[in-house]
């Protein structure tokens, strides 16, 4: 019913900068809050970032004044803007969408991507 799709990983040096986008598609009624994740190797998912459907951002302690998290409400898209990477950075990232669908608007569900690679690496 719904799809939540990442895009824009990859491979880039440390100080480098990527841009992440998700896209939710399908049957919906409206988009909530929508959010980064990432999960490094061995290690526990971590939240990175939060966007309102007004715009608000918040982000974790390791994103904050180098990430950028935005949102076009018009096509269901967020973006993170990346800048400054280091290695710790490397991590599957996986965008998530609190989503009501048309057939139930008022039950809200939480629908996730499948995740991109990003590697900060020389």
């Known amino acids: 019913q719904v799809q939540v799709v990442e895009s824009g990983g990859g491979l880039v040096q440390p100080g480098g900068s990527l841009r992440l986008s998700c896209a939710a598609s399908?049957?919906?009624?409206?988009?909530?809050?929508m959010g980064w994740y990432r999960q490094a190797p061995g290690k526990q998912r971590e939240l990175v970032a939060t966007?309102?459907?007004?715009?608000?951002?918040n982000y974790a302690d390791s994103a904050k004044g180098r990430f950028t998290n935005s949102r076009n409400n018009a096509n269901n898209t967020v973006y993170l803007q990346m800048n400054s990477l280091k290695p710790e950075d490397t991590a599957v990232y996986y965008c998530?969408?609190?989503?009501?669908?048309?057939?139930?608007?008022?039950?809200?569900?939480?629908?996730w991507g499948q995740g991109t690679r990003v590697t900060v690496s020389s």
């Open positions: 998530s969408a609190d989503v009501a669908i048309q057939t139930t608007p008022g039950l809200v569900y939480r629908y």
């Open positions: 399908g049957s919906i009624f409206g988009i909530y809050p």
């Open positions: 966007i309102t459907s007004g715009g608000s951002a």
